[in-house]
């Protein structure tokens, strides 16, 4: 949670059917970007998470969010699993796909097939060789590994099992 001195604050949720709800930030992981809102709102249906275990290369996936902003609400693409356990330097482990990934993505649910969320779309790589353009990289964080990071934000106001030091190196001059 946030430090006592610190009002909560309060962010703006858009939802599906374009209606805006107030939310309070319960807590956030900056190493993973991944927070938890509370919104004070009943009868909102839930996403059903799926199991990112049972996902297969080839799969088919669909990736939902708004790049380049809201000008692009709800923006859905499709793609298939291209690799599982890649690591990038962001993220430990991630789900690779070409589901078209883009600026203002990240957050967004990466789906299977069934509607379930199998991971949240984290990343897009693209790189230029040459006179050749890289694309269709994109990344996601694997349900299971962002179920752990919520339920500990939930719980701890922190993620857990990170061993920290409060120390700082610099380098001095003679």
Sequence with gaps: PLPDHIAPRL???????????????IAYDVE?????????????TPATLGDSDELRVGELVIAIG???GFDLFGSVTSGIVSALDRQIT????????????????????????CGQVIAINSAKMSSSYGSATVEGL????PIKEAKTIIDDLINNGYVTGRPQIGIATVDVTE
């Design 11 to 25: 962010v703006s949720v858009l939802f599906s059917d374009e209606t805006e709800h107030e939310a309070k930030i």
């Design 32 to 44: 993973t970007d991944i927070a938890v809102l509370k919104v004070n709102e009943t009868g909102l």
């Design 66 to 68: 708004n790049p380049l």
């Design 90 to 113: 962001i993220n430990e482990k991630s789900i690779q796909t070409d589901a078209a990934i883009n600026s203002g993505n990240s957050g967004g649910p990466l789906l299977n097939s």
């Design 138 to 141: 994109g990344f996601a964080i």
